[in-house]
């Protein structure tokens, strides 16, 4: 079954979940009382594979909630609470329809959207100035500076007033990365793992299997020097292949544009070479970052683009002005190798002539290992309005907000993904097989991960990702990043 019928089939099966889910929605609390002792905190997703919901049609709009009674007396007058909001493109309209819905159901409140600052410091700068909104979002690499800073709001006993047990509604794993020192003080919105995607019909082209689980870096290489080919038909592994005209590349690198690379993309490339980039009392990079691990690593993706010339260079796609998605979208690029997570189903799936499939990550040196990807949101510690902040927390975390949000990426709540039976779908099967696979993230482990580490080091990659990349020092680069991220570490505080 193809990807779009079989994702058509089960979006109208979860749409009619959402439905009889939403005509009942109304803001009673659900019956189970909070766990006096919250679970230790943890960045690593269940070794079991869950199973989370599936992706919608390019044109599906999900329903709108029941409307509420016309008879509501509201004891406090109707209460504004405000909320992040990170969507782009079509996501927007989710969006909304979840907040109507919210809205909807709950007459004594009124949910208002808040866009997400780009900039981390302006979203501090925010929380400082007690102008950011009631739900404020963020990604998990922000989360123990955000916490540690205390802005955010301990959920323990908002859900124990509700009689709210998280331990019956998440899975514990996604649950548990909302926790800092201890206490839950944010709830995932979603969260994603990374897979390749792969063009069928230039791997069958080339004679070549789609990948399996267990496949390696060195077979990916071969892979990739197969399937980049010049406009004269030549591919990499030829002795005419021209590397100066390449008509289709092999792979391509985790990188968005500018001088930077995507450093969460690269985390997955690093862990499964054994190399993690932090102590685990998040106080030292030196031996981490720089480690001789690290620097096979780095040397290892510096040949991908640079000697073998099968992954386009980030010079040649700012001149070019073409991003690795438009490259597949168009068959010029046969393996995606970015590390995305489960963000392009429907743009593929509207590439005219274009037939693909997601295919696992390749197993490393140091073993299958992978960074998890994370959003959600806390409940400012200075909202005037704590328990409708968590009402809305809580839709949108729960069914029936997970309903919709699902559809895009995978979900931490239990009845979503029992509802949608995502384990089912070709696609997504995929995603559900990497999710053991992920690796505890080094950002959990400092408040200063992001700006002593993740930061500097994107940067780095982005040097080795420019043409000027093929002759750079990469140890000299890693020795002087550990020393500076260590000083960085040092010297850096809450304030």
């Not at 780095?298 to 796609?317: G, T």
Request: glycine share 6%; proline share 8%; charged share 20%.
């Amino acid at each position: 079954m193809s990807h779009k019928v079989s994702k058509i089939l089960q979006i109208t099966f979860a749409f009619v979940i959402i439905l009889s889910l939403l005509a009942a929605c109304a803001p009673a609390a659900t019956p189970t009382a909070a766990p006096t002792e919250p679970p230790a905190p943890t960045a690593v997703p269940p070794t079991a594979v869950p199973p989370t919901p599936v992706p919608p049609t390019a044109t599906a709009v999900p329903p709108t909630a029941t409307a509420a009674p016309t008879e509501v007396t509201c004891p406090n007058g109707v209460v504004n609470v405000t909320v992040h909001d990170w969507s782009s493109a079509d996501r927007i309209e989710y969006w909304n329809q979840v907040i109507h819905a919210f809205n909807d159901s709950h007459p004594c409140i009124n949910a208002e959207t808040v866009k997400l600052p780009e900039d981390r410091a302006v979203r501090l700068n925010e929380l400082a100035a007690g102008t950011a909104p009631d739900l404020v979002g963020f990604d998990s690499s922000d989360l123990p500076r955000v916490a540690g800073m205390g802005y955010l709001t301990d959920l323990t006993a908002l859900m124990a007033k509700d009689n709210f047990d998280p331990t019956k509604e998440f899975f514990p794993s996604v649950y548990n990365t909302g926790f800092v020192v201890g206490k839950p003080v944010a709830i995932a919105k979603d969260y994603s793992v990374s897979s390749f995607y792969a063009n069928t019909d230039l791997l069958a082209k080339a004679g070549i299997t789609v990948p399996k689980e267990g496949w390696t870096y060195d077979e990916y290489l071969k892979m990739a020097q197969q399937l980049t080919v010049d406009s004269k038909g030549n591919n990499a592994l030829s002795p005419d292949f021209n590397p100066k005209d390449v008509a289709v590349w092999g792979t391509s690198s985790p990188y968005w544009g500018g001088d930077t690379g995507w450093w969460r993309g690269y985390q997955s490339f690093l862990y499964s070479w054994g190399a993690h980039t932090i102590s685990a009392d998040g106080k030292t990079t030196t031996g981490y970052i720089n480690s001789d691990k690290a620097l096979a690593a780095w040397n290892w993706y510096r040949d991908l683009i640079h000697k073998y010339n099968v992954a386009p260079s980030a010079s040649f796609l700012g001149a070019s002005g073409v991003t690795n998605d438009k490259l597949f979208s168009d068959g010029k690029l046969a393996v995606s190798g970015s590390y995305w997570g489960p963000w392009f189903q429907d743009t593929f799936n509207k590439a005219p002539n274009l037939k693909w499939t997601a295919i696992p990550l390749p197993t490393g040196p140091g073993g299958h290992h992978a960074a998890i990807m994370w959003m959600g949101w806390g409940i400012n510690n200075k909202t005037k309005h704590p328990e409708e902040a968590w009402q809305l927390l809580k839709f949108l975390t729960t069914d029936p907000g997970q309903q919709v949000f699902a559809l895009k990426a995978l979900t931490g709540d239990v009845s979503t993904a029992a509802a949608l039976q995502q384990e089912k779908d070709p696609y997504w099967q995929v995603y559900l097989a990497e999710v053991p696979f992920q690796d505890k993230l080094d950002d959990m482990s400092t408040p200063f991960y992001t700006t002593c580490v993740d930061i500097p080091a994107s940067k780095v990659m982005g040097k080795v990702m420019q043409d000027t990349g093929k002759t750079l020092d990469i140890k000299a680069e890693l020795d002087k990043l550990a020393v500076e991220a260590d000083k960085c570490l040092a010297e850096s505080k809450l304030q």
